[in-house]
């Protein structure tokens, strides 16, 4: 039928990918760096000139569509006349923490902003930088008439600046003011946070064109990054994905919007009308970084250690709580390590216990979905550390089910133009507005619990122990039963006291030695030079993601 195009502006580079309408092949790519950093006050005039960098050698000839995907929870503030009153707020700009405690207050807590938005404000959504304006620069604040996110305002800029100003589900469920259970926008919350009412743009369907740009060129709805990924991902019904940054984050795909009063869970929305929960975790690949500094050695080398080491790391159980801890909700603890014992301490049992406490981490982010009802068959890791031997040798067994380590790719940038082509092919009357285009899985390599899964099971049982010991109720009583296994996976294998493994490991009783924030993907979950990813595996889920 033709080519169309993908961009992902993230928060430090522009990528352009340009594929094949019908395989989705990728034909030509493009990328360029950010002038300016990704954080604090940013002119988004920046983006402009990596697109255009990005775009150089007559990149996007011929395209007849293109999409957008942009980094998530960024705040634009436009006055009445459609120019910026002051330098775009970034996701990761943390000014906005005690404006995002006062919010939470102001609403009645934690509940209510969970019944209202699915979502408690965090410093990182545009809803508590309406607060901190407001407090903080209240002559911005006072001219402030409209409101876009990162996405809006590209699509917006190359449209040419038309009346209408639009977005999509995804990036509007990250605001902080728009409820994915209703799909409606609460300009209410907005005057909470600013003290007035302001425009709010148009949120259009998924495969919906947001216009054309005076060349004729059409311009899809567009997502935010993290959708825009998943949908390039290919993930569906019963698939999740855990991303390992820094800090890590885990999703999947649901049919129904998730209100959590805890907080724990993110209710977002996804890029083909289904939802997209998300629980995060402030302590991932910087658990391995920090041990491996510890050992003297990078994280190729603590791989190789903890191979060395056996299922338990001897007894010894980290906590990878380094920077407080998001799930559960500790963040004035830190990180600790038990099972310290003379044959315990060597440096690959330490290295070990650093995988095992991440991967522990992230299942209790991945059990929190799977208490609500999410099914889980199978998990997609994403980032460099996917690459690890001591990853992909250890998850499949921790997490209980298949691990599926795809092919770097830029898959934000897919998504973005898989959505270009369903938008064209909407408008032409040759796709189905409620099927998205079918486009190959690219390759992926695939890890089994298989015999290891009750050893796998045993480990998890004895971080959830030294966990409940250290920090009792951290999860609320039923919030989720550790270790648990999906149904169409494997069974779980349950050890009875006296049944685990006596020496130098679990003890008699019940394993008592040693006693998941991009509206998206965390830092370092993708690194520059090419997302760590790679493609998914179709799952026909009804209205969402079919095969690639």
Not at 130 to 140: F, I, V
Not at 176 to 194: E, F, I, K, T
Request: hydrophobic content about 40%.
């Amino acid at each position: 039928m033709g080519i169309v195009a993908g961009l992902d502006s993230s928060s430090e580079s522009t990528r352009i990918v340009v594929c094949d309408t019908d395989t989705g092949a990728v034909i030509k790519q493009g990328y360029a760096p950010h002038p300016v950093g990704g954080s604090g006050d940013v002119d988004p005039q920046a983006w402009l000139m990596s697109l255009g960098e990005a775009a150089e050698g007559g990149l996007l000839e011929g395209v007849q569509a293109i999409g957008v995907s942009a980094q998530q929870h960024g705040l634009l503030a436009l006055d009445a006349g459609g120019v910026l009153v002051r330098p775009a707020l970034m996701g990761n700009d943390k000014r906005a923490q005690s404006a995002a405690a006062d919010l939470t207050e102001a609403l009645g807590g934690r509940t209510a902003w969970a019944q209202a938005v699915g979502a408690v404000p965090t410093a990182s959504q545009p809803v508590a930088k309406l607060r901190w304006l407001a407090r903080n620069e209240p002559d911005s604040a006072h001219r402030v008439a409209e409101l876009m996110q990162p996405h809006d305002w590209l699509v917006w800029q190359l449209l040419g600046r038309p009346v209408r100003r639009t977005t999509d589900r995804g990036t509007a469920s990250s605001s902080g003011y728009w409820s994915a259970a209703n799909g409606s926008w609460r300009p209410d919350l907005v005057h909470l946070a600013l003290g007035h009412q302001v425009r709010l743009p148009e949120v259009i369907g998924p495969a919906d064109a947001a216009g054309h740009t005076p060349e004729g060129l059409l311009i899809s709805a567009g997502t935010g990054e993290t959708m825009a990924a998943a949908f390039g991902l290919g993930v569906g019904i019963g698939d999740a994905v855990i991303s390992l940054g820094a800090s890590g984050s885990v999703f999947s795909v649901h049919h129904e919007a998730l209100a959590d009063p805890t907080g724990t869970i993110l209710s977002y929305a996804d890029a083909t009308g289904m939802h997209l929960p998300v629980v995060h975790t402030l302590n991932a690949v910087r658990t391995l970084r920090g041990t491996a500094e510890l050992l003297g050695t990078d994280l190729d080398g603590l791989s190789a250690l903890a191979m060395k080491s056996t299922p338990g790391s001897s007894g010894l159980v980290l906590l990878p709580y380094l920077e407080g801890e998001r799930t559960p909700h500790l963040p004035h603890t830190a990180g600790t390590l038990t099972g310290l014992r003379r044959e315990s301490m060597k440096p690959e049992h330490l290295a070990r216990a650093a995988f095992e406490g991440m991967l522990c981490g992230l299942a209790d982010a991945l059990d929190v979905l799977r208490g609500r009802g999410v099914q889980v068959r199978r998990v997609f890791l994403l980032g460099p550390a996917a690459d690890l031997q001591a990853v992909r040798a250890i998850a499949p067994a921790l997490l209980g089910v298949q691990v599926v380590v795809p092919q770097p790719a830029d898959y934000a940038a897919l998504g973005a133009a898989r959505q270009a082509a369903w938008a064209l092919g909407a408008s032409h009357g040759t796709q189905s507005p409620h099927e998205p285009p079918r486009w190959p899985a690219a390759a992926s390599q695939v890890f089994e619990p298989g015999e290891e899964l009750p050893v796998g099971q045993a480990v998890r049982q004895q971080y959830v122990a030294v966990r409940e010991q250290t920090h009792p109720g951290a999860f609320e009583p039923d919030a989720f039963e550790p270790g648990t296994v999906e149904p169409g996976a494997q069974e779980t294998v349950g050890h009875a006291a006296g049944g685990g493994f006596e020496a130098g490991g679990f003890e008699a009783g019940g394993f008592e030695a040693g006693g998941f924030e991009a509206g998206g993907f965390e830092a370092g979950g993708y690194e520059a030079g090419g997302y760590e990813t790679g493609g998914g595996h179709g799952h026909g889920a009804g209205g969402g993601y079919g095969a690639m």
